[in-house]
């Protein structure tokens, strides 16, 4: 009686699959996937202490660099960028009004972009700012062109004065957030 139900039961479940309705499986759909990844990572670190920019007494800039920035040295990569976007962060405790300039250049030196900032001496709270590339920003053919950033710090205070906040010095860092389409 036991094996008779089990037998019932089965074939109860076989038709029950053999008469279901199903849709028809559509296997192209991943020819309409897109992918869109954010990459985010930092950019650039400089940091200077007071002492440092008052020893540069030649000159009143007290720092430059060159860095190579080669993330979108590969066609691929560039030509999938949508949008992209950079942001600063400035700290100054020293007691030195500064001008800082990133330049944006190309593989051949030219200047494609300066990102400029007046800092005030003794900043209360971080400055903040984010710059935009692609719609409703900058054009993203500044991003994709370039081969390196300089970046440069001037003292446009004096070469003498000392904060009294512990460890003046000077902070800058950046960081970018790119938008690609893959597919």
Same mark, same amino acid.
Do not use: H, W
């Given at each position: 009686?036991?094996?008779?139900?089990?037998?019932?039961?089965?074939?109860?479940?076989?038709?029950?699959?053999? %008469?279901?309705?199903t849709e028809?499986?559509?296997?192209? #759909?991943?020819?309409?996937?897109?992918?869109?990844?954010?990459?985010?990572?930092?950019?650039?670190?400089?940091?200077?202490?007071?002492?440092?920019? *008052?020893?540069?007494?030649?000159?009143?800039?007290?720092?430059?660099?060159?860095?190579?920035?080669?993330?979108?040295?590969?066609?691929?990569?560039?030509? &999938?960028?949508?949008? =992209?976007?950079?942001?600063?962060?400035?700290?100054?405790?020293?007691?030195?009004?500064? %001008?800082?300039?990133?330049? %944006?250049?190309?593989? @051949? =030196? *030219?200047?494609?972009?300066?990102? @400029?900032?007046?800092?005030?001496?003794?900043?209360?709270?971080?400055?903040? &700012?984010?710059?935009?590339?692609?719609? =409703?920003?900058?054009?993203?053919?500044?991003?994709?062109?370039? $081969?390196?950033? &300089?970046?440069? $710090?001037?003292?446009?205070?004096?070469?003498?004065?000392? @904060?009294?906040?512990?460890?003046?010095?000077?902070?800058?860092? @950046?960081?970018?957030?790119f938008l690609? #389409?893959?597919?």
């Amino acid at each position: 009686m036991k094996k008779r139900i089990d037998l019932m039961l089965l074939v109860t479940a076989c038709a029950f699959l053999m %008469f279901s309705c199903t849709e028809e499986q559509n296997f192209d #759909q991943i020819d309409d996937l897109t992918v869109t990844p954010t990459l985010a990572t930092p950019l650039f670190y400089v940091e200077s202490d007071e002492q440092t920019i *008052n020893n540069s007494v030649t000159t009143t800039t007290f720092y430059t660099q060159t860095v190579d920035f080669e993330v979108f040295s590969e066609t691929y990569v560039a030509e &999938r960028l949508l949008e =992209g976007t950079i942001t600063y962060a400035i700290d100054n405790t020293t007691s030195k009004n500064l %001008f800082l300039t990133i330049e %944006f250049l190309d593989a @051949s =030196g *030219n200047v494609l972009d300066v990102e @400029s900032f007046n800092i005030e001496a003794d900043l209360s709270e971080t400055f903040i &700012r984010e710059v935009v590339y692609g719609p =409703g920003g900058k054009s993203l053919d500044i991003l994709t062109a370039t $081969a390196q950033l &300089r970046i440069t $710090a001037t003292n446009l205070g004096d070469t003498t004065s000392t @904060s009294t906040n512990a460890d003046p010095k000077i902070e800058l860092g @950046s960081a970018a957030e790119f938008l690609f #389409q893959l597919k």
